[in-house]
């Protein structure tokens, strides 16, 4: 049996009447629509809803399925504690999607429970659903800081277990549109917030799941959105298949989007296996750019492959710019998969006989040795893309007006301790930022009497 329906729905606690306290009758329509969602889900008397939570336990590197026979949970937190939940779990299918996961080395499992109760991303879909339908288990599971393709993947590891156990599954993809689109708003405004809400019911009114791979990280994170990632599993959930989609509702009134759609499968469309097509792309886009590199970069690379495929150090090729084995400096070699930091590692000085000799050993160390990542593994080599910094001399500042984030990398030192960050990053628009990344980088508190330098670059690409 494969998923019969998949609900993409929002979590304001306010909607709940008991919370809300009138207040929910400004998001009447998005009322109507869950309800409706909620008719469905009756209608269609499934064994198990499988619920997609931001709100549920959040690794950055593990997907986290909530353990045990049962839960509860209620809305004391909003005020609201005789909105109460006493809920089963379908240890049967958790054991399956677990399964499949270990023998596909995919990190996703039931360890690392912190907090057994229900979380209000998983009881405001579930208080519009008991409503109308008091059957069925349900399994819940949390979000990842993985990127947006293993969300995906992981979708198809629940579709397979699913069709395993032969359960009757309705999937509800949780998730609040972007929290900037009013300045009147808790979060303020964004202008990425009201584009990314019309782009993300543009793409989901007509099921269009391969775009749901293409948002940038850091539009994602300027639009301040949450439910993402669950959108993304949930259509790694229906890969393969034809899909037909309604939109139900969209709301903005509160500063925060909210967005009800449904998704109901059709027979197997081979033009729909996305995420295939996605890596597709990615790979032949970065190998042209690995084709197109400079040699500080294709340099940076040979040292990475050959330690990943060999634990071997590459030896330096002959013919190299002779700037590379003559001068000296630090740099640094910052490796992105999918549009993500996989590694980066570099050092501020030269701490080798020439720039070639640094860039191999912090490749090395990029892929290797960054304490915030997994060692870079032979399967991921095809989509990495690697820069090289070489670093200029650093400089002793006594104002922050002396920095420019597109221009100047800076150093903040306290003692011993010392945090460095690179310029022209994505995500870093502002001087302030950019201190405190660093400084935070070097364990250096906000009121200790740091010292600043800063530094310009060569990227090379």
């Known amino acids: ?115 057994p109760n229900l979380d209000h ?54 998730g609040d549109l972007s929290h900037k689109l009013q300045t009147y708003g808790p ?54 298949l034809g899909v037909k989609a309604k939109a139900l509702s969209h709301q903005d009134v509160t500063g925060v989007g909210y967005g009800i759609c449904t998704f109901y499968p059709g027979e197997r469309d081979e033009s729909r296996h996305f995420l295939k097509q996605y890596e597709a792309r990615l790979e032949k886009e970065c190998m042209e750019k690995a084709e197109g590199s400079d040699e500080y ?6 040292a990475v492959e050959a330690w990943v495929r060999g634990r071997t150090k590459l030896p330096l090729p002959d013919n190299l710019p002779p700037e590379m084995v003559v001068g000296q400096a630090g740099t640094f070699v910052s490796i992105h998969k999918c549009g993500q930091l996989r590694g980066c590692i570099g050092t501020i000085a030269p701490t080798t006989d020439n720039i070639a000799e640094e860039i191999v050993q912090n490749a090395i160390s990029a892929c290797s040795r960054d304490p915030r990542f997994d ?29 420019d984030v597109k221009r100047y990398g800076v150093i903040v030192s306290y003692g011993t301790k010392r945090g460095l960050l690179l310029p022209n990053l994505d995500g870093v628009d502002t001087i302030e930022q950019q201190i405190s990344i660093a400084r935070q980088k070097g364990g250096i508190h906000e009121d200790d009497p740091y010292k600043l330098q800063r530094f310009e670059v060569v990227r090379h690409f």
């Open 1 to 115: 049996m494969s998923i019969l329906a998949a609900f993409m729905v929002p979590h304001p606690p306010m909607i709940v009447p008991e919370i809300g306290r009138g207040n929910e009758k400004q998001i009447l329509e998005t009322t109507k629509a869950y309800e409706q969602v909620a008719g469905d889900i009756a209608a269609l008397q499934p064994d198990t809803i499988v619920i997609l939570s931001p709100h549920s336990l959040m690794y950055a590197d593990y997907f986290h399925i909530s353990p045990g026979s049962d839960a509860r949970g209620s809305f004391v937190q909003f005020g609201a504690p005789t909105v109460n939940f006493s809920e089963s779990y379908d240890t049967e299918l958790v054991k399956t999607i677990c399964t499949l996961a270990d023998e596909r080395h995919f990190p996703a499992g039931t360890l690392g429970e912190k907090d």
């Open 121 to 174: 991303g998983t009881m405001v879909p579930l208080w519009f659903i008991r409503q109308k339908y008091e059957g069925g288990q349900i399994v819940r599971i949390g979000l990842s800081g993985l990127s947006l393709s293993e969300h995906y993947r992981f979708g198809e590891i629940i579709a397979k277990a699913v069709a395993n156990t032969g359960k009757r599954v309705v999937l509800i993809a949780s």
């Open 187 to 240: 979060y303020g405004f964004a202008r990425e917030g009201p584009e990314y809400d019309k782009r993300i019911m543009e793409v989901c009114s007509r099921a269009d799941f391969g775009a749901l791979l293409e948002f940038d990280e850091h539009f994602l994170e300027k639009a301040a959105e949450c439910g993402h990632r669950s959108f993304v599993i949930m259509a790694g959930a229906f890969d393969g």
């Open 297 to 302: 970069v294709k340099l940076a690379r040979a």
């Open 375 to 403: 060692e870079i593994q032979e399967e991921e080599l095809k989509f990495l893309e690697i820069s090289v910094d070489v670093l200029g001399e650093a400089q002793d500042i006594t104002s922050n007006e002396e920095l």
